[in-house]
């Protein structure tokens, strides 16, 4: 069991680009979320998703949108990148009726 | 709002030492706490939790006891090793709350020297 995965690992982008990390989950669980990390902030909820075919919005979702077209896939999306979107972004996953959110690896987004 | 206040790091510590990491929350109602514990180059990952007061969470010889009283979830270790070199979060969940979303402290680096 793989667990939550993501892609890419690290990415440098210019200003201005478009991207979106990619995030997979096989333990089929109903929520999804997204978080960045940055250094003396920790981690801030960006979206969320608590099914397939829902999302809302976290703390700092501007700039940011997401999907949820099935249980296992949350992409999110930067429709045009900036600067101060540069950070360590974290997708995660919980069952509906537990607490415990699990974390993927992690994809480091540099945008110059 | 609710909120998570934790030590600010980074702590360093000599092997064997004895590790005390405090956290601190604001939240309505009765949150269920978690310590996330993140090594380097890793995701983070689930170390402990309490869901109700004075419940004690542990896990690989870490403790931390949910006091509604003094509104706190310290991390404890007796005896700590290099291998437990990483950053620590405490965050929360509050009961009833729209979806299950977690509120974390600003995290603390925790270096274990030889």
């Known amino acids: 069991i793989a667990g939550i995965t993501q892609a890419p690992t690290s990415q440098i982008l210019a200003a201005g680009r478009r991207m979106t990390l990619r995030c997979t989950q096989d333990m089929r669980h109903n929520a999804m979320y997204w978080y960045r990390q940055d250094l003396g902030l920790g981690l801030r909820l960006i979206h969320y998703?608590?099914?397939?075919?829902?999302?809302g919005k976290g703390e700092v979702p501007d700039g940011y949108s997401v999907s949820r077209a099935n249980t296992d896939d949350f992409p999110l999306t930067l429709a045009s990148a900036v600067p101060s979107q540069t950070s360590v972004y974290f997708c995660?996953?919980?069952?509906?009726?537990?607490?415990?959110?699990?974390f993927g690896p992690g994809t480091r987004l540099t945008v110059l | 709002g609710n909120s998570v206040t934790q030590m600010e790091g980074p702590v360093t510590l000599s092997e064997e030492a004895f590790l005390t990491i405090n956290c601190t929350y604001t939240?309505?109602?009765?949150?269920?706490l978690f310590w996330y514990v993140q090594y380097p180059g890793e995701g983070l990952q689930l170390l402990l939790k309490?869901?109700?007061?004075?419940d004690k969470g542990s896990n690989k010889g870490f403790e931390a006891t949910y006091r509604k009283e003094t509104t706190s979830f310290h991390l404890e270790k007796g005896s700590v090793q290099v291998s437990d070199s990483a950053v620590y979060f405490c965050?929360?969940?509050?009961?009833?709350?729209?979806?299950?979303?977690?509120?974390f402290g600003t995290g603390t680096l925790l270096a274990v020297q030889p």
């Open positions: 309490a869901t109700k007061a004075d």
């Open positions: 995660a996953s919980s069952d509906s009726y537990t607490d415990t959110q699990y």
């Open positions: 939240a309505t109602g009765y949150p269920s």
């Open positions: 965050a929360l969940r509050r009961y009833g709350g729209a979806t299950n979303k977690l509120i």
């Open positions: 998703s608590n099914t397939a075919g829902t999302t």
